[in-house]
């Protein structure tokens, strides 16, 4: 009988081992749709540098 209560026990803590995982993976999957939703535009000028000819970026 003592070994039914230990797997109870085991069975218990599992359950509440993936509940807590499955709502974790929720809260980052949501914090990576959010940052994933409007995506930022990056715009870097480049003018070329009329000595060397390497082009190199606006400040």
Do not use: C, W
């Not at 230990?6 to 914090?31: D, S």
């Not at 940052?35 to 060397?52: F, G, H, L, W, Y």
Request: charged content about 30%; cysteine-free.
């Amino acid at each position: 009988m003592s070994h039914l209560f230990g797997y109870a026990l085991v069975g218990a803590g599992v359950y509440v081992v993936v509940q807590v995982l499955k709502r974790e993976m929720t809260r980052v999957a949501e914090l990576l749709r959010e940052a994933n939703a409007e995506p930022v535009r990056i715009e870097i000028r480049m003018e070329r540098d009329p000595v060397t000819g390497v082009y190199r970026d606006r400040h």
